[in-house]
Structures are given as C-alpha cells and as structure tokens.
C-alpha cells in the first residue's frame, strides 16, 4: 500500500470521517463517487453469512451530493440464504440518507465444471502513462488514486483504457478488499471516456451498478470505458472491469448531461 500515512475515512465512535482525498471533481464540498462506494460495499461484504460469499452485483444510488462531513453506515441482509442473499446498506450524513445500495452475495464454491478462465486482453499498468494531477490540492483523482492510460487521457474526449489503484487505505487501519479496490476505481468510467469538455459540460453519475464474475486480484483494477450521450441529455457509460489476470466484470453508470453555468 502506498502513502499509507492517510485514509480516505477514519472510524470514530460510529461514525466515518472522510478526509481531503475523498473529494470529488464536480464541487468542493462533495465527495467522489468511489469513495461512498467503497465504504458502503464494506459494510455489505462484512454482513454476516454461514458460508463464504462473493458479492456478484452492486448497485449503489446517490440520492444527493455525499458531503466531507461525518457519515454513519447501516446495513442489512434483506433476503437470507445459504447459497444466494440480497443485502442492502444506507449512508448517512446526519439524519440525511445519501446513498442506498443492494447487492447480491453469492456463495462461493469449487466445481468441476469445464470452466476456462478468461484471460487479459489489455496491456497491463506497466505499460500506461501515468496521470500527473492538474494541481496539489488533496481531492480522490489526485491524490487517493493513482492512475495509468493505455488508451486516452483524463483531457481526451472519447473513449479510455486506464489503470487504477487506491494510494490509501478506504478506512485508516485496514488494507483494502477487492471489492472495494473495485468499487472504489468503477465510479471512473464516466470521467475518463468524457464525450464533454469538463470545464463547459456536466456528465454526472446518479448511480453506480457493477456486475462481478469473480474477485479481482492485487492492486490494480482496469476500466475500459464508453460514454453514449443523447441529445435529451440522459447518458450511460459502461467499462469493461479487469485485473492484472484478465476480466472480472461490468460497470453501468446512468448519467446526468447538462450545460455548465456561465
């Protein structure tokens, strides 16, 4: 783990406090989609079960901008079972519900299916370019997670094959799961394959959904990511998921497209 010396959030008494590097790029005062995400899908992955499971599907809904404030977790499993259980997770700043998410836990087992493993399709994140920060100041693209091109730039409009990995831990203390590795860096598909200007347009996430096949592997997550655009200013992007081994997954991102205030 790199720069260890920071996390994104710190427990306390119940409550999670989220640091500089959990800001988001669309206002200051907001966090980062990843970020929530990440948090949320640790309280899923820690709901108690009688047997391994692996989450298959998450999908996480920001009902308002998640503020830099002191945010409090609660989770449940809504549908039991031993081998499928729908859990579900709310985030709270204050008695304010900013994010909701369900996901599907799945058990996991060793079959002797004739099932061939896919294997990786892209360059891996020794051969990208590494993003460099627009600026210093702490905020999730700059300084909570790092990044590498293999097709595209952050600056480029269109489609982008990147690499990423967290440089700090989610909650100080702990080392990242790969659920949440993969969480955190999935919130990126919109910003990297942008068919805007971010300076002039508005292409903003109110929904985070990702479909795993099975659990990533190390450090580094890749997206690669499609933005499609409508006149009526509705939008999906999509990324293909990937480690270093090869596929793990979807991510679907439903997109507010708007004109930027003058």
């Known amino acids: 783990m790199r720069d260890v010396e920071d996390a994104l959030f710190v427990a306390d008494g119940g409550v999670y406090v989220p640091s500089a590097h959990t800001r988001g790029p669309w206002d200051p005062r907001a966090q980062h989609g990843g970020a929530p995400a ?13 047997s391994p499971m692996q989450v298959a599907r998450f999908t996480m809904d920001l009902l308002r901008p998640v503020p830099l404030v002191p945010l409090r977790v609660e989770g449940r499993i809504v549908r039991p079972g031993r081998r499928v259980q729908l859990a579900a997770a709310s985030l709270f700043a204050g008695d304010d519900e900013v994010c909701r998410a369900g996901a599907w836990r799945m058990r996991v087992a060793e079959l002797t299916l004739p099932i061939e493993a896919a294997l990786a399709s892209v360059p891996g994140p020794e051969a990208g370019v590494t993003f460099q920060p627009e600026g210093d100041e702490p905020a999730f693209h700059r300084t909570g ?10 600056e480029d409009r269109g489609d982008a094959t ?10 100080a203390g702990e080392t990242p799961s790969p659920l949440q590795r993969v969480l955190a860096a999935a919130d990126f598909g919109n910003g990297i394959s942008s068919a805007f200007d971010f300076l002039t347009a508005l ?14 592997v190390g450090e580094w997550i890749c997206l690669d990511a499609n933005t499609v655009l409508q006149p009526t200013g509705v939008g999906l992007a999509q990324s293909a998921l990937s480690d270093e081994i090869g596929p793990v997954g979807r991510s679907l991102q439903s997109l507010l497209v708007d004109e930027r205030s003058p």
Not at 41 to 49: F, H, Q, S, T
Request: aromatic share 10%.
């Open 162 to 171: 990147a690499w990423f990995r967290l440089r700090r831990p989610v909650v």
């Open 203 to 216: 292409f903003i996430n109110t929904d985070l959904t990702v479909h795993l096949h099975r659990q990533p």
């Open 145 to 154: 997670m790092e990044m590498r091109f293999v097709r595209g730039r952050f």
């Open 38 to 50: 990440a948090l949320v899908g640790r309280a899923i992955e820690r709901l108690p079960a009688d």
